[in-house]
């Protein structure tokens, strides 16, 4: 705990040098370079990296959000994500980066602003080598390899592989204008 408070990172990645505060940490880091997912959902065999992954996906098939915000009334799966919510009430933003001192609300995306400054790619495409600063946007970039287009538009069924795109095709039907 007392490295939260010094910034203290003795565990280092020996594939890419990032730094961890504890032993667990790195392990479940050293994941995304193994893609390791050992922990498997017994209802729709999704796999996950780690176990508390696992327990809020459940979450998903159970619709269980037991954590609410008493500010506006909504609901979590995790009480993390509450935690965090609980700073768009308050304005709070505990995280600073050490290069630009830009105040950021989640230690993630401290992690992921980081990367703007190291220009890190640790998210690599298995098939073409193509490298991504989150694992977000290799998610979205694998759809390229799969043909995977999970987003489907309401009215005609017409799917789509990024949000986005369904999204802007969602106003030709409704005749709103794109941005």
Do not use: N, W
Request: aromatic content about 6%.
């Amino acid at each position: 705990h007392m490295r939260t408070h010094t910034g203290e990172k003795p565990c280092k990645c020996k594939i890419c040098s990032k730094s961890f505060t504890e032993l667990g940490s790195l392990a479940r880091h050293m994941r995304t370079h193994t893609e390791e997912k050992p922990f498997k959902c017994k209802i729709c065999s999704k796999s996950f990296s780690v176990s508390s992954h696992l327990v809020t996906h459940i979450r998903t098939h159970s619709g269980e959000k037991p954590y609410k915000c008493k500010i506006c009334e909504k609901s979590f799966a995790q009480s993390g994500s509450l935690v965090t919510h609980m700073r768009i009430h308050t304005g709070e933003k505990p995280y600073k980066c050490k290069i630009c001192s830009k105040s950021i609300a989640q230690t993630g995306s401290l992690d992921k602003h980081m990367r703007t400054h190291t220009g890190e790619r640790p998210y690599i495409c298995k098939i073409c080598s193509k490298a991504f600063a989150e694992s977000g946007k290799l998610a979205v970039h694998m759809r390229t390899h799969t043909g995977e287009k999970p987003y489907k538009c309401k009215v005609c069924r017409k799917s789509f592989a990024q949000s986005g795109d369904r999204d802007t095709h969602m106003r030709t039907h409704t005749g709103e204008k794109p941005f």
